[in-house]
């Protein structure tokens, strides 16, 4: 398959799947993260609620960053495990960003969350490992990718605890960590790559 095949189909899936649940309110609740949802059996929540999003703009942010970082780890991971295998990983990251928050809320009837950013940042993660000092543009500022992950990870653990807007900032952590824990998996020897790439920003 092409290099980005994968990166666009989610992509194409994620918005028409998005489009559609503005212009269908009965199915917008009936794919968003519902905890009473899911303990009656609705499993499918779990997936589903990171193919909707709150509004364009959550949308766009979520796709834009998915396809500059998703096009670059679907080069590298497709030869490992194929398409199929990276397009588990994706779906595998929407999954596993949701589990704690699930632990947390599984008995709030009020809770909701929706959006692909867990998942996001499981490839965004990905792609830090394998290039730490690569340049990310963050508000049009150029930054380097490592000192953008720690300021990443150190502002969702603050935000997390405060719960002071509606963004899921835990899932967001537990996709990254998913994103580092599959790679160093599939490939033990990144963990010495990058600690490498860490000590030589200018190698």
Do not use: C, K
Not at 78 to 92: K, M, Q, R, S, T
Not at 164 to 185: C, P, Q, R
């Amino acid at each position: 398959m092409p290099s980005m095949t994968v990166t666009l189909l989610i992509i194409g899936v994620t918005v028409a799947v998005s489009l559609a649940a503005w212009q269908r309110p009965t199915l917008f609740d009936a794919l968003i993260y519902w905890p009473p949802g899911v303990a009656r059996g609705e499993w499918w929540r779990l997936l589903t609620h990171g193919f909707i999003h709150a509004d364009g703009a959550h949308l766009l942010f979520n796709m834009v960053t998915f396809y500059f970082f998703g096009r670059v780890m679907e080069q590298v991971l497709v030869p490992y495990i194929g398409a199929p295998g990276y397009a588990l990983f994706y779906l595998a990251g929407i999954v596993v960003a949701i589990v704690p928050t699930h632990m947390r809320h599984r008995h709030d009837r009020l809770y909701r969350s929706l959006g692909a950013s867990g998942a996001v940042s499981a490839v965004l993660f990905a792609y830090i490992l394998l290039q730490p000092w690569s340049t990310l543009l963050v508000f049009f500022l150029p930054v380097p990718a490592i000192i953008f992950a720690v300021a990443y990870v150190g502002y969702s653990v603050w935000a997390d605890r405060q719960a002071s807007d509606n963004i899921n900032h835990g899932a967001h952590l537990a996709g990254a960590a998913w994103g580092v824990v599959f790679m160093l998996v599939l490939e033990p020897r990144l963990a010495g790559h990058f600690l490498h790439a860490l000590l030589t920003p200018l190698g």
